[in-house]
Nanobody, 114 residues
Framework: QVQLVESGGGLVQAGGSLRLSCSVS????????MGWYRQAPGKQRELVAT???????NYADSVKGRFTISRDNARKTVYLQMNSLKPEDTAVYYC????????WGQGTQVTVSS
């Protein structure tokens, strides 16, 4: 069945880095644009980065220049390298298709302390 499994979150000080991974199963991964989303407490889920099937990327203004999304089609995995983290990046991070999202995974918690 379709499964999205995010990992790599944790507690980090402001200015630090984390690398998130998302393993995808149950779909033909290579034909789908993928995205990383996040949801902070009391806020709506927002899309922070996307990557197309041919590797083109887009970022929300709030993370541009600090986050990098990438994908490995052979491993059916999408990554999010997060540098220069800020307290406002604190959220649960999820991956999913960019268009017509699947059932959401459990996400991975990222907490940035000031």
């Amino acid at each position: 069945q379709v499964q999205l499994v995010e990992s790599g979150g944790g507690l980090v000080q402001a200015g630090g880095s984390l690398r998130l991974s998302c393993s995808v199963s149950g779909i033909t991964f290579s034909v789908h644009a993928m995205g990383w989303y996040r949801q902070a407490p009391g806020k709506q889920r927002e899309l922070v980065a996307t990557i197309s099937t041919d590797g083109r990327t887009n970022y929300a203004d709030s993370v541009k220049g600090r986050f990098t999304i990438s994908r490995d089609n052979a491993r059916k995995t999408v990554y999010l390298q997060m540098n220069s983290l800020k307290p406002e990046d604190t959220a649960v991070y999820y991956c999913n298709k960019e268009f017509r999202p699947l059932a959401w995974g459990q996400g991975t918690q990222v907490t940035v302390s000031s």
